[in-house]
């Protein structure tokens, strides 16, 4: 791994565990006040979910890295960080959601660029050294992104419904009187198209997203193809300096 590679792990590796610290301490209060709120366990447990969940997928990245040597960007790895964070703690658990009623569609706009991303990474991993092909043909490219976050898009929606139905949570925002995930029996529902507006606003934005990223991948596709090539290139020398220094 080259030195500034390692400057930058090291960078991130701080800041990941500044967000540990604060994520862990903004859970033991939040849950803390909401028992001396008296409210429901319900609530408490949903709300105190996504701290636990925040904290395990800020160690994500390390246990895939120890566990099947995968080296997630860092960019990815900082977007990643920043929606999840977004999502899960300003969004649920300090109720973003309930209080800001466009917070969950800026979240969606932002998932479509960020699964547009993913899918970049997962083609790299999946395919390996053949996944020039998919690179160097434009149009694959940008259908497979907007494809990719879609699809991903939809299932996360199946997801909420069924969390939504199991739990009796509002994470699909069909009630009229709160954005906010928990609702209580003095909610009213919304009835008929506008119970869809949640679920296919979502949907639309995560579109947007992605075929953003792949208007500017099909327009940048050329320059994006140089640098791919210095990349490889640039791995396939460390490789052969590390082959020598072996020998």
Excluded at 185 to 202: I, R, S, V, W, Y
Aim: include cysteine; hydrophobic fraction near 50%; charge should be negative.
């Amino acid at each position: 791994m080259s030195t500034d590679k390692q400057k930058t792990r090291r960078k991130l590796h701080r800041v990941n565990n500044v967000i540990f610290a604060l994520t862990l301490l903004l859970g033991v209060l939040n849950v803390a006040y909401l028992i001396w709120q008296g409210k429901a366990w319900d609530e408490i447990t949903f709300r105190a979910l996504q701290y636990i969940a925040m904290l395990l997928i800020l160690r994500l990245p390390y246990m895939l890295h120890l566990r099947f040597r995968i080296e997630v960007p860092w960019p990815l790895s900082v977007f990643i960080v920043i929606f999840c964070f977004s999502a899960l703690i300003l969004g649920d658990g300090l109720d973003l959601y309930g209080k800001i009623h466009w917070w969950d569609k800026l979240l969606h706009a932002e998932s479509g660029i960020l699964l547009s991303m993913l899918a970049l990474w997962l083609i790299h991993i999946i395919m390996a050294e053949n996944d020039k092909y998919i690179y160097f043909n434009r149009y694959f490219l940008v259908l497979f992104l907007v494809m990719f976050s879609v699809g991903v898009g939809a299932f996360w929606e199946i997801i909420e419904y069924t969390y939504d139905s199991l739990m009796g949570t509002n994470t699909q925002q069909f009630m009229a009187t709160t954005t906010g995930s928990i609702y209580t029996a003095d909610d009213k529902p919304l009835c008929g198209h506008e119970a869809l507006n949640d679920t296919m606003g979502d949907l639309i934005l995560d579109f947007i997203g992605a075929f953003l990223v792949g208007v500017y991948g099909f327009l940048r596709h050329n320059r994006l193809i140089e640098r791919y090539q210095e990349l490889v290139n640039q791995a396939n020398e460390t490789v052969s300096a590390e082959a020598e220094s072996k020998a």
